[in-house]
């Protein structure tokens, strides 16, 4: 079965879902849990005519970083003592896929909020969908209610 899961983390209602459904799927198969935050490469950003510029990325970094640490405090608080965190920059799918390669994952769990329309499907596009075509391992996909 499954040794070494990797959950991307974001936070929201979703991610949490992913976190509970990896951290019981994790207790009962006795694997280990990776945790993975991914600032997206546009975080931070701005463009002002044209140009991109920084935006303070630094503030986005604290903010995901409380956003990875939150994470890892509820895999704790399942019973997990020392599960491991890991903050990466970029398009989420690459790093993702990036870091299961890394630590050699046989599992990446990920939470998914259904689309609400056309512009919203058009302009977010889907990192599950892109993930399981791009993914190195199995992906379970938590999906909201």
Request: proline content about 3%; some cysteine; overall charge negative.
């Amino acid at each position: 079965m499954y040794k070494r899961i990797l959950l991307a983390y974001d936070g929201t209602e979703e991610g949490r879902k992913a976190l509970r459904e990896c951290a019981d799927l994790a207790a009962m198969i006795k694997a280990e849990v990776h945790l993975l935050a991914v600032i997206p490469f546009y975080a931070g950003m701005m463009v002002v005519e044209g140009m991109v510029m920084e935006n303070d990325f630094e503030q986005e970094k604290k903010r995901y970083q409380a956003i990875l640490d939150e994470g890892l405090a509820r895999l704790r608080e399942r019973g997990f003592p020392n599960p491991e965190g890991t903050l990466a920059n970029g398009e989420p799918v690459d790093e993702i896929t990036a870091r299961a390669k890394a630590i050699g994952a046989d599992l990446i769990c990920v939470g998914h909020r259904r689309a609400k329309g056309w512009a919203e499907r058009w302009w977010r596009g889907s990192v599950g969908k892109t993930l399981t075509d791009q993914s190195p391992c199995n992906v379970l996909i938590a999906m909201s209610e």
